[in-house]
């Protein structure tokens, strides 16, 4: 599962997701940093552990709940073959079928967010009717460190263990910051790990840009007795010299130079 | 019968299309095992507890699956705190769950004003794509429910303290008002447990020489527009009923037809933006309300006057 050539694949996928998130960052006021701290682990979903469909069974499940990360998902669209990569830059444009947060408006968007808190339940509900079928299918919800301050997230956490559910995973895009500013400093979560024991999840915490440690835990919550949350430690922005592990990287517009600035140091990725 | 009654008489129709269709399943919120399902389907029957917001995201993710959900939860609680559930996970990513709601109105009396559902149709009206039903009686809440299995989309079934309506089978087009009883003085629009209050105001009315037409409005969303135009036409005095505030509710709906058609005239039957907070049960509350038999026989007489 972690050979070389597949982790060689993986990290230049997620290179290539970073640039096409910086494509609307220049001409867009968007949700940059929470887009790129989570490229790494789109990567490793999208182009490793989500399984699409086949004849033998039906497709894995994916629910964005940090729905302001919309462009790491339209990335992941471009690279999958549904959108085209000239879309990008007329995101949120008129006319355009990518808006600021996922809609259906948008191909093989599963579930529309953007009020946060809500893909949780909705990610129980999808695997207890998966389980309910037997079926293999699982289901991925992928979570912001600041939407845990919402409580619907927690009462969601409470109830998925009473169904059994290991085909569920929550992902933790634990970057650090929203949009008021470190989380520290706003509502603190630690001990983050210990809340979701407590809530009898089985728990895993990995390096969010460390995409042999991401699968790991990945095949790891795949084989699990009951649903997982995956605590993954990121870098708001990561990839974008300046506004990396800022607070202005929540929510931000790239002037020109910057945009290129970025662009150069991400072709300079291994 | 009460709302919980009633919910529990449609539990027998949602047993009934869990028999005969295996996407059927039955999200409660601290229910208990549900005579007439649970044994039959034991694992059917999802209770999440009290948490109104896991409810409708569960029952959404179930519909996104390709289940057929029915949720059982109470009407103000379920409204109120899982109003944007309602609208975001089920309206907007159109996930068809369908909602049995006991306890609308004022039917929890003396419990408080927490337990009243006065703004839930105010609320709901809002939601594109959503569909709210209100049934007049229990053989109509029946109906009702077996209607909302094949409505495309969410529904909302209202469920308030529910007479039986003897005579009173009419069969259940979702979206068309019943004319309940004939007459061109006026018209008493009512929905759910007031089309009864409709009723006997009608036969108080009648010894008055005074002939009302006495609507029954089962679908409160999409509205029967054309229902309500004709009644203004043909009376130019329309009356509505409910158990709920009378902005933005039923009255809140006619008022805006009658608005853009200009004409008619209207006198709104319900509550008047304050909390029901006086200790009494149901019946007595209702009085003290005035939605009752006199307070619509008094409306009416008032727009006769008029």
Redesign the interface.
Known sequence: MSDPANIAALKARAATLRRHILAPASTYFAHLGGAMSCADIMAALHFHFLRFGGADHRPD?FLMSKGHAVTALHACLVELGHVDAAELPLSGQSGSRLAGHPT?RAPLV??????L??????????????Q??ASPSRTVVLLGDGELQE??IW??A??AP??GLPNLLAIVDYNRFQSAGAVDDVVPLEPLADKWRAFRWRVREVDGHDLPAILDALHAAAQADAPTALIAHTVKGKGVPGVEGTARAHYTQLSAEEAARARAALEATP | MSGYAGALSGMKVVSELAAADARVVLVSQDFGPIRGFTERFPHRHLDVGISEETLIGVAAGLAHAGKLPFVLGMAPFVTMRGFEQIRDDCAYNRNAVKFIAPFSGLEAGAWGATHHAIEDIALLRTIPGLTILSPADPGEAQRAIRAAATIDGPVYVRLGFLKKIDGYDQSFEPGQIVEMRGGDDAAIVATGSTVATALAAHTRLASQGIAARVLNVHTLKPLDRAAIERAARDTGRLVTVEEHFIDGGLGGAVAEILAELGAGRLRRVGVRDRFCSEVAPYPELLRIHGIDAPGVEAAVCELMQA
């Open positions: 499940h259906k599963e579930f529309a967010t953007g009020s808190g809500h893909a949780l339940a909705v990610g129980v509900g999808i695997a207890l009717a998966e309910l079928d409580g619907t009462e969601a409470l109830a009473r169904f």
